[in-house]
């Protein structure tokens, strides 16, 4: 129990910080209401299982790779251009935005969760750090290993619940003019973590040739 708790606890500090995932799960909730943001954060959530269940499974030799770093950075970095593109293209939108709450496909929220996850150097760096370090101070105990996962997956549920919630009653303040401004701060933010990720994309490129 208290390794669950423990858990929960290292799932939200991790998660609260302001990130790229963060800024578009607000983004999303914001224009299209909590189902959006919802389908988006299980695609998080999916990604963060995926890559749990790799380093539990000892395969976190794979961070050790230039080769699969760099094609992580690029697929990061193609990613955060895209979603930055998309933030800012509906801050110069002539026509005025339609805040809804209605989304036409789960799967239009749910795949860009995933991907934008998955393509993250920084959440496989920090799980394999996080899930190293348990491992070797147990020493390889299954048993616990599960049970910090899983801690750490309801840490994590919990912070985006809490998130969407926030979203779902904050959004009523939100009209079309001030999402756009809204939209501008977020293009901004994820094209900022885009040009670091691309700066360390470059020195690897660099490194390597």
């Known amino acids: 129990m208290k390794t669950v708790i423990e858990g929960i606890i290292l799932g939200l500090s991790i998660t609260a910080p302001i990130g790229p ?7 999303r909730g914001l224009k299209e209401g909590w189902k959006s943001s919802s389908a988006f954060c299980m695609g998080v959530i999916i990604a963060l299982v995926i890559y749990l269940v790799v380093v539990a499974f000892g395969l976190s030799f794979l961070t050790k790779s230039e080769l699969f770093n760099t094609v992580l950075l690029f697929f990061g970095v193609v990613v955060l251009v895209y979603l930055a593109v998309g933030a800012l293209r509906d801050f ?7 805040v809804s709450g209605v ?5 239009k929220h749910l795949v860009p969760g995933i991907v934008l996850t998955i393509s993250n150097p920084a ?8 899930m190293g370090a348990n491992l070797a101070a147990t020493e390889g105990a299954v048993q616990k ?3 910090l ?4 997956l309801v840490g994590v549920t919990l912070f985006f619940i809490s ?3 926030l979203i779902h009653f904050g959004r009523r303040l939100i ?5 756009r401004y809204i939209s501008l701060g977020a293009g901004l933010i994820l094209f900022y973590f885009a040009c670091k990720f691309g700066c360390q994309l470059f020195e690897k490129i660099t490194d390597i040739t």
């Open 145 to 147: 290993s599960v049970f």
């Open 175 to 179: 009209n079309g003019r001030n999402f």
């Open 21 to 27: 995932t963060n800024i578009e799960v607000i983004r």
């Open 103 to 107: 989304t036409e496909d789960s799967r």
């Open 163 to 165: 998130l969407n919630v």
């Open 149 to 152: 996962i899983s801690g750490i």
């Open 123 to 130: 959440v496989l760096l920090l799980w394999t750090g996080i």
């Open 92 to 98: 110069f939108r002539q026509k005025k935005l339609a």
